[in-house]
T-cell receptor, first 112, second 113 residues
Framework: SQQGEEDPQALSIQEGENATMNCSYK?????LQWYRQNSGRGLVHLIL?????REKHSGRLRVTLDTSKKSSSLLITASRAADTASYFC????????????FGTGTRLKVLA | EAGVAQSPRYKIIEKRQSVAFWCNPI?????LYWYQQILGQGPKLLIQ????????DSQLPKDRFSAERLKGVDSTLKIQPAKLEDSAVYLC???????????FGPGTRLTVL
């Protein structure tokens, strides 16, 4: 079945640096979502980008979508220790029913 | 606005025992999901409800797992009998529609000994 795969699997950066993580998927999508998971707040929705959108911003987050390459990227600018978490992309999948499938995640560690 | 509630938060059982998890979604959310998340992996969808009807349960091990959503609100997920490989965090989520963002509960961490 279709699934997003995040790259890299793990990323360690210094506070203040930018963090970029990528998601690749296999089949055409209508929407793609990014989620963050940390021990304090659980899984939290960050951004939803539709297939007809190329870029979306939310605060320090910037998401791009390239449907020709079947890939999306999440950029976190000026990272903070509080951004330490796992980040997942979720791609929609329609085959009789409509659902989202989560990728394997990128574990981001921001060092103070 | 109240979030998605789940209970219990932690559960330890022996293999072959039964266990049940409860979820109360955000009021007005028609779609409810149960996910299984094994350590180091992304959430895997077990079952998806639209109101009180099942719309996807293709990855639910139906020989041991069952779920229901009575009156289109609360939901329970049951495992009977449990196996060692069922050790995971079970997440409940809800959304207004199937395409909208999902709101997750804190999860239930299940350990099967």
């Amino acid at each position: 079945s279709q699934q997003g795969e995040e790259d890299p699997q793990a990323l360690s950066i210094q506070e203040g640096e930018n963090a970029t993580m990528n998601c690749s998927y296999k089949t055409s999508i209508n929407n793609l979502q990014w989620y963050r998971q940390n021990s304090g707040r659980g899984l939290v929705h960050l951004i939803l980008i539709r297939s007809n959108e190329r870029e979306k911003h939310s605060g320090r987050l910037r998401v791009t979508l390239d449907t020709s390459k079947k890939s999306s990227s999440l950029l976190i600018t000026a990272s903070r220790a509080a951004d330490t978490a796992s980040y997942f992309c979720a791609t929609d999948y329609t085959s009789g029913t409509y659902k989202y499938i989560f990728g394997t995640g990128t574990r981001l560690k921001v060092l103070a | 606005e109240a979030g998605v509630a789940q209970s219990p938060r932690y559960k330890i059982i022996e293999k072959r025992q039964s266990v049940a998890f409860w979820c109360n979604p955000i009021s007005g959310h028609a779609t409810l999901y149960w996910y299984q998340q094994i350590l180091g992996q992304g959430p895997k969808l077990l079952i998806q409800f639209q109101n009180n009807g099942v719309v996807d349960d293709s990855q639910l091990p139906k020989d041991r797992f069952s779920a229901e959503r009575l009156k289109g609100v609360d939901s329970t997920l049951k495992i009977q009998p449990a196996k060692l490989e069922d050790s995971a965090v079970y997440l409940c989520a809800s959304s207004l529609t199937t395409t909208a963002e999902q709101f997750f509960g804190p999860g239930t961490r299940l350990t099967v000994l």
